[in-house]
């Protein structure tokens, strides 16, 4: 078995790129070759991509009451295969040219939760869908006292009309095995917490 990786960034040929659509996300098709596992080059190959930029997306936790902190909104792309297209999420946000994750990581607590986070603990980044998107997200835990967590809040600029949740833990993990929770960014924030809490409680406990 050969290491991983075989190819690198410099086994790609760009031969040839042209915008399709650029708005709030910009749509480019590219027109490339890339070497092959068993030698030579691909044929010519033609990808529609959307470059929607990078995001953040953050499970919000209270590790004095147990309690986790989601958010409630619709989601048009879920109409067609989830029961309900309101989705349990958990606070997340692009992040803008010049800006570091963590600072989108308040902002967004306090814009979609009404919430301040105390401490924040990055989890892991990931590529949401490859094949079609070069967005990339970047998974935080955040502390927060969840008993400041109520009510509606978003950007009415935005039409955003997101309802806080508070939830316990135990009910929290009922909903994560019985697909209430079903977007991947909520999904993967919850379960790599679930594998790693006590990393993310002592750091925030040696953190004061």
């Not at 068993?38 to 010519?44: C, I, K, L, N, Y």
């Not at 308040?106 to 105390?118: F, I, P, S």
Request: aromatic share 12%.
């Amino acid at each position: 078995m050969k290491d991983f990786p075989i190819f690198g960034k410099q086994d790609l040929k760009i031969e040839k790129q042209w915008s399709l659509y650029s708005g709030f996300f910009k749509l480019i098709n590219y027109q490339f070759r890339h070497k092959l596992f068993a030698g030579g080059w691909s044929g010519e190959i033609h990808r529609e991509i959307l470059e929607r930029g990078h995001a953040v997306a953050m499970l919000l936790y209270d590790p004095k009451i147990g309690e986790f902190v989601f958010i409630e909104q619709f989601r048009f792309g879920a109409l067609a295969t989830s029961k309900t297209p309101w989705l349990i999420e958990v606070v997340a946000g692009m992040i803008d040219e010049g800006e570091e994750p963590e600072d989108v990581c308040r902002r967004e607590a306090l814009e979609e939760a009404g919430v301040t986070v105390k401490n924040l603990y990055k989890c892991l980044s990931f590529l949401s869908s490859p094949g079609g998107t070069t967005e990339r997200i970047h998974i935080y835990v955040g502390e927060v006292d969840a008993t400041e967590a109520e009510g509606i809040h978003g950007l009415e600029s935005e039409n955003e009309d997101i309802l806080v949740r508070r939830v316990s833990e135990q009910q929290a993990v009922k909903w994560l095995e019985t697909g209430v929770i079903d977007n991947a960014t909520a999904l993967i924030a919850m379960q790599w917490f679930l594998l790693n809490k006590q990393t993310v409680l002592d750091e925030w406990n040696s953190s004061k």
